[in-house]
């Protein structure tokens, strides 16, 4: 059974740091994995979608890795500024079944 | 281009009521996948449609069952409400071809009281 989770649950960083959240499943055996945006009460953005072919995947200041063998996926966001607080969350397609992590809640401070 | 609309954007029902919820798929997607969202938790994988027959489901009971129109268009049914069906239902599109990129709508949410 598939199981993806993220640590931390929970993160504060002054604005203008860089940082990176971490993804993880159990089974390699998977199509993609997306990272999506989630503000409170809304729906999700996605961000990024790495191919399981695929070693990484960049749109401006994010930045995503793929490690397949390992099961492990990270986010790196540069230069974060309070816009970019919200919830994290990787998802993990496989035979059309997409399996979410917890999320990571993001906060930057001003 | 219109995106994911869902329908409607908040619901109050009644424990033991049946409820109806909407979903118009991005255009030129043709796969639809739904989604329940507890407060504090991801989104779990409810079922997803292709070519009008449900493809995939995850681990949720029969009281749920869903529909897919020859627009793409879907609905998802849930029968006999559980103070514990209150969360946010999303709905993503995509592609048919297995892989590809979700867009999610803005949700629905439900409470049962």
């Known amino acids: 059974k598939q199981e993806v989770t993220q640590i931390p649950a929970a993160l504060s960083v002054p604005e203008g740091e860089n940082l990176v959240l971490n993804c993880s499943f159990t089974?390699?055996?998977?199509?993609?994995l997306q990272w999506f945006r989630q503000d409170p009460g809304k729906g999700l953005t996605s961000l990024l979608l790495i191919q399981s072919s695929q070693r990484e995947q960049t749109s401006g200041r994010l930045n995503a890795s793929l490690d397949k063998s390992s099961g492990r996926s990270t986010l790196y966001i540069a230069a974060s500024q309070p816009g970019d607080s919200a919830t994290y969350l990787c998802a993990v397609n496989r035979d059309d079944k997409i399996i979410f992590g917890k999320g990571t809640r993001l906060h930057i401070l001003p | 281009d219109a995106g994911v609309t869902q329908s409607p954007t908040h619901l109050i029902k009644t424990r033991g009521q049946q409820v109806t919820l909407r979903c118009s798929p991005k255009s030129g997607h043709d796969t639809v996948s739904w989604y329940q969202q507890a407060l504090g938790q991801g989104p779990q994988f409810i079922f997803q449609y292709y070519e009008e027959e449900e493809r995939q489901r995850g681990n949720f009971p029969d009281r749920f069952s869903g529909h897919q129109f020859p627009n793409y268009s879907s609905e998802l049914n849930v029968n006999a409400l559980l103070l514990g069906d209150s969360a946010l239902y999303l709905c993503a599109s995509s592609l048919g071809q297995r892989g590809d990129e979700q867009y999610f709508g803005p949700g629905t949410r439900l409470t049962v009281t």
């Open positions: 089974d390699s055996a998977i199509y993609n």
